[in-house]
Nanobody, 115 residues
Framework: QVHLVESGGGLVQPGGSLRLSCAAS????????MGWYRQAPGKQRELVAR???????NYADSVRGRFTISKDNAKNTVYLQMNSLKPEDTAAYYC?????????WGQGTQVTVSS
């Protein structure tokens, strides 16, 4: 089981930017995919972005063109660059690491977009 720790959340103005980091306790190359999910109060957790071991990327329609997922295998870290933030992006953001059989989750980092 891998330990995932998210960081980089905070309070930002609409139109602002944040970069989230997900640091893993082991090699992220051992996972088929890693990604970011978010959950707002009263809503289900939803996929934001994922990146496979081969570098393929998937984005939610609501963030495509504004968010970018990337990874640094040497640092065992996955990033989520968030630009042009909107109030509807406000949520707790969770890092995920997946194999074919098992998902691991971090504790989450809060992102609040408000004026």
């Amino acid at each position: 089981q891998v330990h995932l720790v998210e960081s980089g959340g905070g309070l930002v103005q609409p139109g602002g930017s944040l970069r989230l980091s997900c640091a893993a306790s082991g090699s992220i190359s051992s996972f088929n995919a890693m990604g970011w999910y978010r959950q707002a109060p009263g809503k289900q957790r939803e996929l934001v972005a994922r990146i496979t071991s081969g570098g393929s990327k998937n984005y939610a329609d609501s963030v495509r063109g504004r968010f970018t997922i990337s990874k640094d295998n040497a640092k065992n870290t996955v990033y989520l660059q968030m630009n042009s933030l909107k109030p509807e992006d406000t949520a707790a953001y969770y890092c995920n690491a997946a194999t074919r059989l098992v998902d691991s989750w971090g504790q989450g980092t809060q992102v609040t977009v408000s004026s």
